[in-house]
């Protein structure tokens, strides 16, 4: 028998073989939730398959959105440009070389109106990765819906909305942490009485780690980032059996087959406490739901159709790891945007699990093993000692700004590039199996002229518009924002004037200050 030592990516020993585990007497459904947040799960209905897209300009991600709907994807998901996410419209200097390249350019409600050409937003759930412009965004995307006539009351879908990770693991913040929480708890409680089926904050411990993170650092993390957004609604008088039901998460599916689906069901378990612990009597307001994506950083420029595998293999953990949601990546994404060829195979990468593998015909089909029952206690308990650590410094914010948080990442990044560069963890195609390069005769590529077609649609926007109303709204908008009013109904009527995302995120800026 070999005397090398198996661990998970986040250092927990994996033992030659598991005799026993604890008795499992918890149904799916009910407290603590560790089975899954359905007493029937995927019988009853399937995953939302959700795949990221958002590209170049609003009319060019509305065709790769039409084309999604039609090969059966069942949720919408944004990915906005790099201007979009902080707060610069496309002909600011700032946003030079930028415009559309990760994402779709966004400077106002005229581009939204672009962006949905075609789709009813009461027919469809759409998520959006935006978070220190998101009440902006959601502000226009609510404009959106009022001018399609939806009933605010029922559409549905996320905003990311998650900022504390920004400041940890990811960088696109504006504001201080202060005022970019006010932010976020004017949403909560707009949202609780205006749009109530909407999902107002997307916790999310993929970005941790895609910033180098292990399993039971993105889980810790996440985990006390969302006890910390919990305690600061509370301290603004919600009350957390209403606007505990509006909150999601998003995690990462990594490579480790196992280690990723007891992280999962670890998830729910804990959030369950977390929330209990602070008042949560009502089940629904218990429930960790949550989208995954899988890992863009396994993702490899080397052999790259290795990458369908590595997709496969993480989407069905994720699916028997109890996800409600799930995007999975594209085989070309370490090279360029995805094509549309690489966008179909991801998609039918989730409609195989779904539809032929048989993991969604029985609820959590691999409890009682008594490995995933044992790990599942493992991670749980590793990512415990994080949360009682960051909760010993006042919580996650003093763990930010103390860089608790970003030292733990950094070092676990470092640790794993060097395993890999010593060959002790393996990347097929990179350190193992390699050969000549496969170069893939199609890359996806953002032409720079995005941001000329960007900026001659904001001038004609700025000659056309009542520009008096625009200066009015936002006049008030900045004198809201230096008191304590909520800000969303002021946001929206700006948005409405055709105000530009660049000019709201400017007084924020004079009014919040920015961070550095």
Known sequence: MSDKKHTTTSGIEIKPLYTEAKPMDERPGKFPFTRGIQKDMYRGRLWTMRQYAG??????SNKRYHYLLAQGTT????????????????????????????????????DIEILFDGIQLKDITTSMTINATASIL?????ALAKKQGADLKQISGTIQNDILKEYAARGTYIYPPKQSMRLITDIFEFCSKEVPKWNTISISGYHIREAGSTAVQELAFTLANGKTYLKA?????????????RLSFFFNCHNNFFEEIAKFRAARRMWAKITKDLG???????????????????LTAQQPLNNVIRVSNQAMAAVLGGTQSLHTNGYDEALSLPTESAAKIALRTQQIIAFESGVTDTVD??????FIENLTDEVEAAAWAYIDRIDAMGGSVNAIESDYMQNEIAGASYQYQKEIESGERISVGVNKFTQEEEGLTEVF??????????????????????????????QQLGEAARGETNLMPLIIDAVEKYATLGEIGNVFRASFGVYQ
């Open 365 to 370: 089909p691999l409890a009682g093993s008594f």
């Open 233 to 245: 609604a509370l301290d603004k008088g919600l009350d957390i059996n209403v606007f505990a039901k």
């Open 138 to 142: 959601l502000a226009m995307y609510i």
């Open 280 to 298: 949560a009597t009502d089940e629904k307001a218990q429930m960790l739901r949550f989208h995954t994506q899988t890992g863009g950083s396994t």
């Open 55 to 60: 590209f170049s300009t609003a009319e060019e």
């Open 445 to 474: 590529n953002i032409d720079d002229s995005i941001r000329k077609l960007q900026s001659e649609k904001l001038d004609h926007l700025k000659s056309t518009r009542d520009q008096v109303a625009v200066e009015k709204a936002l």
């Open 75 to 110: 949720g919408l998901s944004v990915a906005f440009d790099l201007p979009t996410q902080i707060g610069y419209d496309s002909d600011h200097e700032m946003a030079d070389g930028e415009v559309g390249k990760v994402g779709v350019a966004i400077d106002s409600l005229k």
